[in-house]
């Protein structure tokens, strides 16, 4: 029973690709987002989702489009690979409002080739 | 522009001993601190939190201590366990945002 799941964990592929990366909650929270830490370790917001609704869009390439279906799911679709992009993604969620921490998941290793 | 730093990339603590990891702000409108602890391989995973209106919080070995005029706050880990070394990050809110900031961690070893 995995709070927030994400798949798949590790993801190899060539520049000029697409790929999605997907992630799911059973927490109940209202709150979505994706992260990534890069080379450097720092964990940088990418996007997040308050019922369905983008509240978060950082300077992040138009590349990378995130998609939430519902509450419980925030995907991430990464068009056009490129070697930068390598990276751990992780998805977290949160209930909005008060004091309510993140809650991550494992993470997604992705390697551009 | 870093709004949260962890100046220490790495500490090194006798088990049993007490581990302090340390963290400043810069935002002044920041309400809510966070400390989490990540191990290789996995997500990092909520430790403990508190809020601007306090300024400690205590869970088990865990405290975490907040001064808002010198926009600090500190990790207190006693005794501390080997199983404590990982890499720990704090992480801050502001107030009426959905937005969590992160510092860019510390490594913390505890020597058996």
């Known amino acids: 029973d995995t709070a927030v799941s994400q798949t798949p964990k590790y993801l190899v592929t060539q520049m000029g690709n697409d790929k999605s990366i997907k992630c799911e909650q059973n927490?109940?929270?209202?709150?979505m987002y994706w992260y990534k830490q890069d080379s450097k370790k720092f964990l940088k917001i990418m996007f997040s989702?308050?019922?369905?609704?983008?509240?978060i869009n950082e300077t992040v390439p138009n590349r990378f489009s995130p998609k939430s279906p519902d509450k419980a799911h925030l995907n991430l679709h990464i068009n056009s690979l490129e070697l930068g992009d390598s990276a751990v993604y992780f998805c977290?969620?949160?209930?909005?409002?008060?004091?309510?921490?993140?809650?991550f998941g494992n993470g997604t290793r992705l390697t551009v080739t | 522009d870093q709004q949260v730093k962890q100046n220490s990339p790495s500490l090194s603590v006798q088990e049993g001993r007490i581990s302090i990891l340390n963290c400043d702000y810069t935002n002044s409108m920041f309400d809510y601190f966070l400390w989490y602890k990540k191990y290789p391989a996995e997500g990092p995973t909520f430790l403990i939190s508190i809020s601007s209106i306090k300024d400690k919080n205590e869970d088990g070995r865990f405290t975490v201590f907040l001064n808002k005029s010198a926009k600090h706050l500190s990790l207190h880990i006693v005794p501390s366990q080997p199983g404590d070394s990982a890499v720990y990050f704090c992480a801050a809110r502001s107030v009426g945002t959905y937005k969590y900031i992160f510092g860019t961690g510390t490594r913390l070893k505890v020597l058996a």
């Open positions: 977290a969620s949160s209930q909005a409002g008060g004091a309510s921490p993140l809650h």
């Open positions: 989702y308050n019922n369905k609704e983008l509240i």
């Open positions: 927490l109940g929270h209202d709150t």
